[in-house]
């Protein structure tokens, strides 16, 4: 079926396409999963995500949209640590998805980033991370990686980014009528197993979600992609379906991850879900190689596969848009 | 004389029967101590399956260009993350079936079976 085939992404040209018969180009929606890398840009629109490019005809297409009462941008997989081919140089492409953040015609109001702030849970790693983003004077808020709770169960995690969460580092908050929810797919992982939330971050959804309207747009960002992406790879989250089903009630759900380093989007009923770019380095899609791991690309080429994610929110329409933009 | 004595009858029975099955596994990988080496390279653990003799080191060995962590299922042993060419080591003393995975990529196992 159309509405949850993952579809492969294109780079060239704007891809729009209407999921939902609501008006909203569904080229738009696939051309999120046009860009491996950085970043991604999305608006939320009455509830549906919308995705167009930042590049050229981007730009001019943002622009000509109604500016989002609520715009903010997704970051991901950061890994400052990692020196390897794969790029040697994570700090210049962290800095350049920074620069890409500042020159956004629309500011976002905040930052989600999406998990593996760091490579090795380093504290010299996070402190990189938080010199560099201070650049973007924006709010941000976390969920962790598997790469940001290696040692410590979390521990130095928590301290830094989850001040205000419960468990291992969930919460939620509300932006201009949109429910946000942070979850933690990465903690207390199962020999053989995908990504895990596990009992009692469940329990907590179910209730903080409880008082809100069937209206109320809700984003959930996460680090593990949320639906099965490719489970060989260990690209998904076991108990996800659970997650989810305590959402089919709203009309609008948008579902943000990142770990797989390239930008997919798949759209079932209600629900939208993307990843994001990674803003260090490259993964191959699914099954395309021999495993998941740093994929070394032509030096001129990384950074447009590398990149950030804008998502923009107008109230009254039905669909947050989702554009991703690379770092070239 | 003294070695004649320890190489007879059935103490050498018993120690030659031990080196089998502590050199029986080891064959697929070269190299003297390679026999208690398990190679994690491309998110996969070689040999999955390894056979060891008891108070045997085994020492993991990350060849990927992302950290991994090596746990078994029953908390027994856990190493710290594992960058890049780092390596973990565990002596097993009790004859057993040990699963293990990565806890970070879960869907990395591999077992460690003590003879």
């Known amino acids: ?328 | 004389m003294k070695r004649t004595i320890l190489f007879s009858g059935v103490p050498v029975m018993l120690l030659l029967a031990v080196s089998a099955l502590v050199l029986q596994p080891t064959r697929a990988t070269a190299g003297e101590n390679s026999s208690t080496e398990v190679r994690v390279d491309n998110f996969t653990f070689g040999p999955e399956t390894l056979t060891v003799a008891v108070n045997s080191t085994v020492t993991w060995v990350n060849k990927d260009d992302i950290p991994h962590v090596i746990a078994s299922n029953d908390g027994l042993f856990k190493s710290k993350a594992l960058d890049t060419d780092q390596s973990f080591s565990y002596t097993f003393t009790k004859p057993g079936t040990y699963p293990y995975y990565c806890s970070i990529h879960p869907k990395m196992v591999g077992k460690i079976v003590v003879q």
């Open chain 1, 1 to 328: 079926m159309e509405k949850s085939r993952i579809i492969a992404p294109n780079v060239n040209g704007l891809i729009e396409h209407d999921h939902n018969n609501d008006g909203i180009d569904r080229r738009g929606f696939l051309k999120c999963m046009a860009w491996a890398g950085t970043g991604a840009i999305c608006a939320i629109q009455g509830g549906v995500l919308k995705s167009y490019a930042l590049g050229s005809q981007m730009g001019s297409k943002m622009k000509s949209h109604k500016a989002g009462e609520l715009t903010f941008v997704q970051i991901s997989d950061s890994h400052m640590g990692f020196n390897k081919p794969a790029n040697p140089d994570v700090i210049g492409t962290l800095k350049a998805a920074v620069e890409k953040i500042n020159a956004l015609p629309h500011q976002p109001e905040f930052i989600l980033h999406t998990g593996d702030i760091s490579h090795l849970s380093n504290p010299a790693e996070f402190d990189n991370v938080d010199q560099i983003l201070k650049a973007t004077n924006k709010e941000i808020f976390f969920v962790p990686g598997e790469h940001d709770v290696l040692n410590d169960d979390g521990k130095m995690f928590l301290e830094r980014y989850g001040k205000n969460s419960k468990g291992s580092g969930w919460y939620s908050f509300d932006k201009n009528g949109v429910h946000f929810i942070g979850l933690v797919n990465v903690m207390n992982l199962k020999a053989g197993g995908l990504g895990t939330l596990g009992h009692d971050q469940l329990e907590w959804l179910e209730d903080d979600v409880r008082h809100l309207k069937s209206s109320t747009p809700i984003v959930v960002f996460a680090h593990i992609p949320l639906w099965t992406i490719y489970p060989q790879w260990g690209w998904g989250t076991d108990d996800s379906a659970q997650a989810l089903s305590y959402l089919k009630r709203f009309a609008s759900v948008t579902v943000l991850n990142g770990h797989i380093h390239q930008t997919m989007q798949k759209v079932e009923g209600n629900v939208t879900f993307h990843t994001a770019f990674s803003t260090a380095f490259v993964q191959p899609a699914p099954g395309k190689a021999d495993g998941p791991g740093p994929m070394k690309v032509p030096a001129e080429q990384l950074r447009s596969l590398l990149g950030i994610t804008d998502v923009n929110y107008v109230q009254g329409r039905h669909a947050l848009a989702v554009v991703d933009s690379t770092l070239a």
